[in-house]
């Protein structure tokens, strides 16, 4: 019960920094993007902060960290996979669900940083709007972040990998850097309790560009699924189904 009422207290002042912070850097990335990326660093890195000594999560990075232009397909667990990534990574933006631009806040910054919204009910659709889009806001180098799943699978769970990320291989012609994690055991995809532990996201090795994109898809699917069952169960969790 009171590392419940300790998590609750973390995620209720969690919210209130993402206010304040959005409020205070607001004018600063209307007309700036550095302004956007300042603020959302800011913010991940309070709650990196208050997440070690208030609920016990140490955040870890392992790996070599992109600077160039790559496409960036990540494991996605929880909220704090994204900060983790997004902070690593020195110009980064995201393919993400339409629904976060009308969010308050965080849709002005989303729109500030390049996002690029999919309307993830559309199917064949969305993939070639998607591919339309990147292509018109990737005019500054950087680093395109999607999830191969479309959303946060949590530990244990098994979903397969979209073609969105295959079909990006192929247009962009870039190499792709998988991300592993292990978030998902200590800051769940639903739910206040959080759990003590060291939650970790690992870039993996590059996968060079001109792959077969049925190849590179599963090769994808392969690596980042492996590092990070073998991330989880570091972190005392069994993806196959039992608890340490």
Known sequence: MLRWIVSLIFVVQMYVAIVVVGLAFAPYALVSREGAYGACKTLSRWVFWTAGWMVGIRTEVRGTVPDGEVIVA???????????????????KFIMKREILWTPIVGLYAQRLGCV???????GAAIAKMV?????????????????????????????YKVGTGVLYAELKQPCVPVATNVGVMWPKRGILRKPGVAVVEFLDPIAPGMDRDAFMERLEQVVETR??????????DPDGRNH
């Open 132 to 160: 339309k889009d990147v292509a018109r806001k990737f005019t500054e180098p950087g680093q395109l972040i999607i999830y191969s799943q479309g959303t946060r699978v949590p530990p244990g769970v098994k979903k397969p």
């Open 74 to 92: 990540a494991k996605h667990q929880s909220f704090l996979d994204i900060m983790m990534i997004f902070t690593a990574l020195p110009r980064a």
């Open 117 to 123: 919204p999919v309307n993830r009910g559309k199917r």
């Open 228 to 237: 990070s069952d073998d991330l989880m169960r570091e972190a005392g969790f």
